[in-house]
């Protein structure tokens, strides 16, 4: 399958080389790609400049947002929240029409240190405003709850024991979603919320994931869920 | 021990029944005793009326806010999250001090209908507006990620494999509290996060909370924190 991932932060690097070594043809998306190639600084000390992990993924091809999105069969978003609204939009509506859009990031804003609020929450998710930016495209938010390491390999974490979950207005985008969680990296347990309204929960959940990853030094964290029904 | 729980809603009358039945000396506080007594409805599915309730549990005394603070070694707020700073003033600060203030309570505005938004989030949390308001008490945010039957009897769900938080920026209080979890209710993993300000991470959970209610219909449901560590 033709696999279009949009950022090259941490997220997009990993999930981009996962989706590779499962064989599909990826292509990540940039806003430019002369400055991206160029930059030789680590834009944290868990991402290597672009540049160089793209010598060591030499099958994945890098194009702008547009070029990216236009390719892809099945699009992720994982820029950086503040940043997705404008990413998307350079993408041009028309490359994201009838596709299904895996948004997996979160509306962070770090200007006031750690931890990060969110500048959009509670009434509104960065998920409902991107399907209302892009009304053609079949939004999915997941991911957002965990590190990328632990999006592409559940398993690593507990044996795979913990929930990711799904929100979106078309079902059975949800329902194809919760497939490819399961074969592509391995989610056994996918709680599908219902409308994208619902990203709200998964958004905001994030302010305790961050106090976790405070409290516990370990970004290797998530939930399960644990009802009387599973 | 004499323990004051302010509230008689169902989070009231949940957690004094269980606190009684362990032997402690109760009172219950609410904003005018003879209101509540004449009050003869429902006021939701799961809440007796507060008059036939104390029929059935005579060890429970009650009294109003501020009786029930000068009373209670410590004390509980279990009242509606919207209500809570009221309640709280007609305590008396003076009732409060040098206590621990173990607050439950989430600022849930149903006014919109369900799922109710947050009245404060992000950048504020109702812990934090609670210790600012009695900077002599020694508020525990703790519990208010569970339902009240949840809240007094963790193991009856999942064996009581799932976790509950605690906040406040007094250390000697959490721990006193982490304590009165485990051996007043049998909660066996209780995570501290830290200062008053992390009571943002469990109050904003509750709107992934809301949305897992939604989706599994059912209000017996926490989550079980996966990392590395645990």
């Known amino acids: 399958m033709r696999v279009s991932v949009l950022g090259t932060g941490m997220a997009g ?5 996962k ?8 292509m990540v998306g940039t806003r430019d790609v002369q400055t991206l190639l160029a930059r030789t600084e680590q834009r944290s000390a868990n991402t290597q400049p672009f540049s160089e992990w793209m010598w060591e993924h030499p099958g994945v091809r890098i194009g702008t947002f547009a070029e990216a999105a236009a390719r892809g069969e099945i699009v992720f978003n994982a820029t ?18 009838g596709k299904i859009l895996i948004d997996l990031s979160n509306p962070l804003d770090h200007s006031a240190g750690f931890p990060p609020t969110l500048s959009v929450c509670n009434t509104e998710s960065l998920g409902e405003q991107i399907q209302r930016a892009h009304p053609q495209a079949r939004v999915v938010k997941t991911l957002n709850t965990v590190n990328a390491y632990v999006m592409v390999d559940p398993k690593g974490l507990g044996d795979g024991d913990h929930h990711v979950f799904v929100s979106g207005d078309d079902p059975a985008a949800r329902e194809e979603v919760t497939l490819m969680l399961q074969e592509w990296f391995g989610w056994e347990h996918v709680i599908d919320l219902g409308d994208i309204s619902t990203a709200r929960g998964p958004e905001m959940y994030v302010a305790l994931w961050l106090r976790l990853f405070g409290a516990l030094g370990d970004p290797m964290v998530n939930v399960k869920v644990v009802s009387g029904q599973r």
Chains 1, 2 share one sequence.
Not at 13 to 17: E, G, I, K, R, T
Not at 19 to 26: N, Q, R, S, Y
């Open 19 to 26: 989706i590779a070594e499962l064989g599909h043809d990826v």
């Open 13 to 17: 690097q990993v999930l981009s080389a």
């Open 80 to 97: 950086a929240g503040l940043a997705t609204l404008e990413a998307l939009e350079a993408a041009e509506p028309q490359n994201l029409a």
